[in-house]
């Protein structure tokens, strides 16, 4: 079957640094998007990955290892309002995308 | 940037009566919307890929007499929850994927709406 698993909960400082990991087993791979949801919104793009290595955006980075099956979402500089659900997701083979439960991220000041 | 919208954001109705939301996409056209339901503290849950001009494809487990897609238009899917039950309560999320070569994300969501039976 297909699997993307990511840590349900995670707890970091404002000013600090933190990353979210997310492993896969897929059939097959497109690529990999990373989201972020706040409570009672829809989800926002953050990045995507189909090759390997990091991108960076920001203050936000993703890293992707497609044969390890892993990726990172790195996020610098926490701020309040990053405190938030962020999702991975997976485009198969069929260009579906699988998606991963979540991690919600609680940020502290 | 390509817009999505969804109408209503947040809905309460009776059991038993019927509840339709729309999903357009603004300045695209979209021949595949997606219609997701996300139960609180869980992630996304695919329902149906609408499909203009042809029936709608359900997942698993979802029962299409009971959610009716209708892709009426290349900018327009409804989706109506008939007979609601509280146990329907959920948010419901479209989407759609941006036309490649404009931006690098797969699909661009609505706002979601919140619908409340009691």
């Known amino acids: 079957g297909q699997n993307i698993d990511q840590p349900t909960e995670m707890t970091a400082t404002e000013g600090a640094i933190v990353q979210i990991n997310c492993t896969y087993q897929?059939?097959?791979?497109?690529?990999l998007f990373w989201y972020q949801q706040h409570a009672g919104e829809a989800p926002t793009f953050l990045s995507y990955?189909?090759l390997d290595g990091l991108e960076e955006k920001g203050r936000f980075s993703s890293f992707l290892s497609r044969s390890k099956g892993y990726s990172y979402l790195l996020l610098k500089e926490l701020q309040m309002k990053d405190s938030a659900s962020y999702l991975c997701?997976?485009?198969?083979?069929?260009?579906?995308?699988?998606w991963g439960a979540g991690t919600k991220l609680i940020i502290k000041p | 940037g390509a817009v999505v919208s969804q109408h209503p954001s947040r809905v309460i109705c009776k059991s038993g009566t019927s509840v339709k939301i729309e999903c357009r996409s603004l300045?695209?056209?979209?021949?595949?919307m997606f219609w997701y339901r996300q139960f609180p503290k869980q992630s996304l849950m695919l329902m149906a890929t609408?499909?203009?001009?042809?029936?709608?494809?359900?997942e698993q487990g979802v029962e299409k007499d009971k959610f009716l897609i209708n892709h009426a238009s290349l900018t327009l899917s409804t989706l109506t929850v008939t007979s609601a039950h509280p146990e329907d309560s959920s948010f419901y999320i479209c989407?759609?994927?941006?036309?490649?070569?404009?931006?690098?994300?797969?699909?661009?969501f609505g706002n979601g709406t919140r619908l409340t039976v009691t």
């Open positions: 990955n189909v």
């Open positions: 300045d695209f056209q979209a021949t595949t």
């Open positions: 609408s499909n203009e001009g042809s029936k709608a494809t359900y």
């Open positions: 997701a997976v485009l198969d083979s069929n260009y579906q995308l699988i």
């Open positions: 897929t059939s097959g791979f497109n690529g």
């Open positions: 989407s759609a994927p941006y036309p490649a070569g404009g931006d690098n994300s797969p699909l661009h």
